[in-house]
T-cell receptor, first 112, second 115 residues
Framework: NAGVTQTPKFQVLKTGQSMTLQCAQD?????MSWYRQDPGMGLRLIHY???????DQGEVPNGYNVSRSTTEDFPLRLLSAAPSQTSVYFC???????????FGPGTRLTVT | AQKITQTQPGMFVQEKEAVTLDCTYD???????LFWYKQPSSGEMIFLIY??????QNATEGRYSLNFQKARKSANLVISASQLGDSAMYFC????????????FGTGTSLTVIP
């Protein structure tokens, strides 16, 4: 049981490049979410999903796309990276009727 | 709009002493959940404790307790008998609904435990 895994751990992009941050969980959790953490600002919700095929926007969705084709995976896509997207990204999951979220180890992204 | 406020950027506590980390929240929802997470220097987010808005009693988990004052909209975390391993960032968070899909985090409090 690996919990929530994220790849890569570190990534450097140039402005305008695209990439996908991967998130997977093996706990059969319905709910998955993506957050970004910036210095002095805490975590902010980007997108979330309550099950395969169902996604919705969080507090800061602009510049990010998500899809949920399986229960296990919830990738986050940056279509055209901007320096403002430099941040640490966390993926999390929880069971439908549970309040405890399990977080992945995070991906540190730098956009130059 | 939902908002979480943590007004203590940094706190110091002597080992074995108790410490209170402040958290106030703003919401017009009748049902919500309140959470505390710990983030050590290694970066992972660790769930500590949860309180539902209709829970009458304050939540406790080992050395952690949540001092829930609904009328004041506060959800302070109390850590008893501080240990060196408690040095970390602590985040207060709120969900819309008890297990809601929208979560809001505060800016965090850095706790340093002094031997």
């Amino acid at each position: 049981n690996a919990g929530v895994t994220q790849t890569p751990k570190f990534q450097v992009l140039k402005t305008g490049q695209s990439m996908t941050l991967q998130c997977a969980q093996d706990m059969n959790h319905e709910y998955m979410s993506w957050y970004r953490q910036d210095p002095g600002m805490g975590l902010r919700l980007i997108h979330y999903s309550v099950g395969a095929g169902i996604t919705d926007q969080g507090e800061v969705p602009n510049g990010y796309n998500v899809s949920r084709s399986t229960t296990e995976d919830f990738p986050l896509r940056l279509l055209s990276a901007a320096p403002s997207q430099t941040s640490v990204y966390f993926c999390a999951s929880r069971g439908q009727s549970s309040y405890e979220q399990y977080f992945g180890p995070g991906t540190r992204l730098t956009v130059t | 709009a939902q908002k979480i406020t943590q007004t203590q950027p940094g706190m110091f506590v002597q080992e074995k002493e108790a410490v209170t980390l402040d958290c106030t929240y703003d919401t017009s929802d009748p049902s919500y959940g309140l959470f505390w997470y710990k983030q050590p220097s290694s970066g992972e987010m660790i769930f500590l404790i949860y309180q539902g808005s209709y829970d009458q009693q304050n939540a406790t988990e080992g050395r952690y307790s949540l001092n829930f004052q609904k009328a004041r909209k506060s959800a302070n975390l109390v850590i008893s008998a501080s240990q060196l391993g408690d040095s970390a960032m602590y985040f207060c968070a709120m969900s819309r609904g008890f297990t809601g899909n929208q979560f809001y985090f505060g800016t965090g409090t850095s706790l340093t435990v002094i031997p």
